[in-house]
């Protein structure tokens, strides 16, 4: 038997955390914890109001999951059994397999990466760290409280209005300063893409070096245009969830960001970190606003990719688990 327990987390955050389509200051996540046999693991889940996922909707799934023989659920397969019975939200589904996976290990002696079968995780991971939407006059402050020129690669989250002058602002601080502008689907067509890149070409000290998911998702023939026509490499992100056709990936962008929330579990995230590698596409690993448990969680399987956006947890204020810590740019395991 497995001993199922689940805790909600009310997490203030350090700033407004805004994108192109919401903005807030706290986040709600929750941790589940699975015990056996003297062992135990947590695993994290941070819903995604772009999935339709709340707190109240993945408290009702476990809830039903404890009714219908998650108890029983003494091994992975068959918590896979069950989930293909009974479905639930991704991100509710990575944390109950985090957390038997974390327990698994724990019983098996072994660390996570090991029993999961992936290489180890580098002793320092260097983290992209994220600008969120903001007013222009805003970044040089933010930059310079958030002491964001310490990591090798900045994230703007950007909007189709306000975009350009965002990235100004940011240029103007940090002039040559390698940027991934991250749209969140804030375009409604390629050629609204492509007239934004060729604008930012001519903005002094810009250096874009990765566009993530400029259009929406369901605008597969816009990104096939787009593809072969656009400056700056593309990443997938809300166009690959658990599963994707790569063939056809491949004809849209030119990388991926993998986060094992949006995944469904540690599985279906290695599979899609090869499958992106396979396919000659740039393999990274995301997050969603996450714990140090949830970033633990996703070092464990850094290594399968080659860039890493693991910020969530310096979003959160009075992070509660201290399980990673963050200096100079670099992520560091503790426990």
Request: hydrophobic share 50%; net charge negative.
């Amino acid at each position: 038997m497995t001993a199922w327990t689940l805790t909600t987390h009310e997490l203030p955050l350090n700033f407004l955390w805004k994108i192109s389509r919401n903005a807030s200051v706290t986040k709600t996540n929750l941790v589940l914890r699975a015990a056996q046999a003297g062992a135990s693991g947590r695993g994290e889940a941070a819903p995604n109001v772009r999935y339709g996922e709340t707190p109240a909707l993945l408290r009702a799934q476990f809830d039903d999951l404890l009714a219908h023989g998650l108890p029983q659920a003494d091994t992975l397969a068959d918590l896979t059994a069950l989930l293909a019975a009974r479905p639930v939200a991704h991100a509710l589904r990575f944390a109950l397999e985090a957390a038997l996976t974390h327990c698994l290990a724990a019983r098996a002696g072994q660390p996570v990466w090991q029993w999961l079968g992936v290489p180890p995780p580098a002793r320092r991971v260097a983290t992209a760290f994220t600008l969120p939407i903001m007013e222009p006059g805003s970044v040089a402050a933010f930059i310079k409280t958030q002491r964001a020129e310490r990591f090798s690669l900045l994230k703007v989250k950007v909007n189709q209005e306000g975009g350009l002058d965002l990235l100004r602002a940011v240029a103007a601080a940090l002039p040559g300063h390698p940027l991934l502008v991250d749209g969140n689907e804030a375009w409604p067509d390629a050629e609204g893409v492509l007239r934004f890149l060729e604008a930012a070409a001519t903005v002094p000290g810009l250096r874009i070096q990765l566009l993530e998911q400029p259009l929406p998702a369901a605008l597969a023939a816009d990104y096939r245009y787009l593809c072969p026509r656009t400056s700056v490499p593309l990443l997938a992100d809300e166009s690959v969830t658990d599963e994707a056709d790569f063939a056809e990936i491949a004809r849209q962008f030119h990388g991926v960001n993998v986060k094992l929330m949006k995944a469904g579990g540690y599985q279906r995230g290695i599979e899609l970190l090869r499958q992106t590698r396979a396919h000659g596409l740039l393999p990274m690993l995301g997050c969603m606003v996450e714990t140090s448990l949830g970033i633990w969680s996703a070092l464990q399987v850094s290594a399968l990719a080659e860039v890493h956006d693991l910020d969530g947890l310096l979003i959160v204020r009075d992070e509660p688990f201290g399980l990673v810590r963050e200096e100079e740019g670099f992520l560091q395991v503790l426990s």
